[in-house]
């Protein structure tokens, strides 16, 4: 069964290579990279890299939209689009040798309710053939969180789980609506429940209804907090290179392991196997497969610890 | 009779407002605004607002090129649009309150040599029944600069003058084409013919074979060098502004004067009355069209100086 991922606000990702970055000046761009792009997007490359098939379900409109539809059938990303009247958005960031990378992250297309409503439609029926659906990535501006809850609640509904990596109160929405797993990272849990520490942040997703927490730490590990107890795993060691898109990866992590009945155990040894795959690749939505597998060949188990 | 306008690296304009520009972060765009782009295009639009018809000449390719082509007719500006392969640039403007804006300009697209000589066929075409051919803006990389020197005796073959706003060979293509007029401003003179004044990289311009040397210099006026002598006319007084445009706006005003076989004496004030207008308006391609008129009615004519 394919797992569905949607993408909320997909984006043309556009990379910039500059001689030096200068604020006030004209630069001009020596190399141009673009690349369809949202959280969503980089979990479905993910996990058909893995030969886990899926069935993304995202917004699209204008020749921005129409720039992305192109590029997922080139990728060979089995897409279900609901068109929109306004322009997907584009994010550029400009990198040099010099200094850290700056991104300008535009906010989005104004999505009508009526394409909202198209998109659930899409999210309910492709559900109902998946054993899991991902939701990942910002919602654009002005949109409802409830509408990630009103998702949870359909793919429940069809038999499916979640897996749910927003920010906000989306996040808490989505915990209310008894997520099977949310996948904060830890500012971002958090920023959303108000909590001071990471466990009582966790606690209170897991009171709202969210079935699990999953908290990734980056090169700190990864967390998974359930109802009975926790389980904890280090990241594999000596890992370095581009983090951009190892959360994604961790994230395709775990859905393949939810969506094929592995335990939580095995879905963070997969989270951070990909993760640090991911680490390894300088573009988002890539991983290095080689180096994934034997990952996983040296990553153990984690046992779980009672509160 | 329209005049034709050709745009040889058109682009779609990005402008992002963020709150405070800053290096190595990630930054929300506050406000997004695209116009089609490239300065041909600028100076066709000045030209239909001061209700001068316009046929525009341009390669689009892609996506971009696709938005591009949606926004001129939305514009209604007439264009012949040769296809290209390769997908059409994006600029690329950072602005805020505090610091300059900074500007990423991608290089542009591949256009092969067929998709050129079918630029070329289409310039010779329109040229037929034209009075007047600007050429104006970048090249697109690895493109040849004697292309514009082949664009300038196309259009000189069909009994057209040409306006020739482009820099470095290309600028030194165009005058030894006999281009009626070439626009450089001062740095792009200097630079292109190595001379270590205006008048004398003017000079070496019509040594070579253009018919006459314009070099804009924005609030300090405009100049026009000619075989036999020299007109400079002072720039309207007490115009503050956003400069961005000016100089298309200025081509449009010589465009307008030469395609009516007014003077180059009035050639230089419509130039002087539209730039100042420009200044006005916040966007490239805009004016303020009773300032014009007002400024107009101010400008005197320039007299000729024998050098």
Redesign the interface.
Known sequence: MSIVVVTPNPAID?T?R?DR?????????RE?R?MPGGKGLNVARVLEDIGSPTVSVLPLG???G??VQ?RLDALGLAARIVPIAD?T??T?T?VDDI?????????GPHVTPAEWQQLTDVISATAASAALVVISGSLPPAASPELVAGWVEKARLSGARTIVDVSGPALLAAAAAQASVVKPNRDELLDATGASSEAEGARALLARGAGAVVVSRGSAGICAYLPDGRLELAAVPGVTGNPTGAGDAATAGLALALSTDLGIDEALRQANALGAAAVLRPVAGEIHLAAYQRFLTELPLPAKENP
Chains 1, 2 share one sequence.
């Open positions: 556009v910039y500059v970055q200068t604020i006030g000046t004209t630069q001009r761009v141009v673009r204008g020749a921005a129409s720039w192109q322009e958005r584009s550029v400009v200094d850290h990378p700056t991104m300008f992250g535009e906010p």
